[in-house]
Structures are given as structure tokens and as C-alpha cells.
Nanobody, 116 residues
Framework: QVQLVESGGGLVQAGGSLRLSCVAS????????MGWYRQALGKQLELVANINNAGSINYGDFVKGRFTISRDSTKTTVDLLMNSLEPEDTAVYYC??????????WGQGTQVTVSS
């Protein structure tokens, strides 16, 4: 079993920054990909960013260079630095982690609210 705990969400003004952090515990060996999704009210879940064991990174099209994902050397923590936040970035942000032998693990989500 894997537990993912997110932190760092909150309320910020447009143009501001937040850093989200996700820490994994439990059966943390063998993660292949970790990253973040988000879901705004009334909208579908969408990929924000992910990073694999080789360090390859994917960002959602809306990121446009504003966000940076990083993973620590133990590969059990994944951070998301978000700069130049816009009201459209308001959403619940979920951390996820992939292991080949089980369904993806998800965190409980952290709310990010960007005021105009």
C-alpha cells in the first residue's frame, strides 16, 4: 500500500507563486512515474506535470513555462513549483505515483485558489 500526502496549497493572488509537495510512504519502491493532476470545479481531471525515473518531464499545454516539477533523489517526493499563477489555475491538485504491478496511487488533493 502507498500513501501520498500533499501539502502547500492555499490562496494566492494572481501573479503569485506556490510550491506543492507530495511525500510518499508505505510500499514506495519501484515508482516509475510521479506527478500532478488537477481538477477545477465542473471540469475534467487534467495532467499538470509528470516526471519518470529517467528524468523525462511532461507538462500540460496550459503550463507554458510557469511550473516546474522536480523529484528528490530517493524518488519518493515530488514537488511542483508554480509561478505566475492565474485565476484559471484554481483547482484541486492531486499527486499520483505509478508502480507497474498496481493501480496508480493518488493523494487526497490540495486546494489551490488564485484570486484576481
Amino acid at each position: 500500500q502507498v500513501q501520498l500526502v500533499e501539502s502547500g496549497g492555499g490562496l494566492v493572488q494572481a501573479g503569485g507563486s506556490l510550491r506543492l509537495s507530495c511525500v510518499a510512504s508505505g510500499s514506495v519502491f519501484g515508482f516509475t512515474v510521479m506527478g500532478w493532476y488537477r481538477q477545477a470545479l465542473g471540469k475534467q481531471l487534467e495532467l499538470v506535470a509528470n516526471i519518470n525515473n529517467a528524468g523525462s518531464i511532461n507538462y500540460g499545454d496550459f503550463v507554458k513555462g510557469r511550473f516546474t516539477i522536480s523529484r528528490d533523489s530517493t524518488k519518493t517526493t515530488v514537488d511542483l513549483l508554480m509561478n505566475s499563477l492565474e485565476p484559471e489555475d484554481t483547482a484541486v491538485y492531486y499527486c499520483f505515483a505509478q508502480q507497474p504491478w498496481r493501480p496508480d496511487s493518488w493523494g487526497q488533493g490540495t486546494q489551490v485558489t488564485v484570486s484576481s
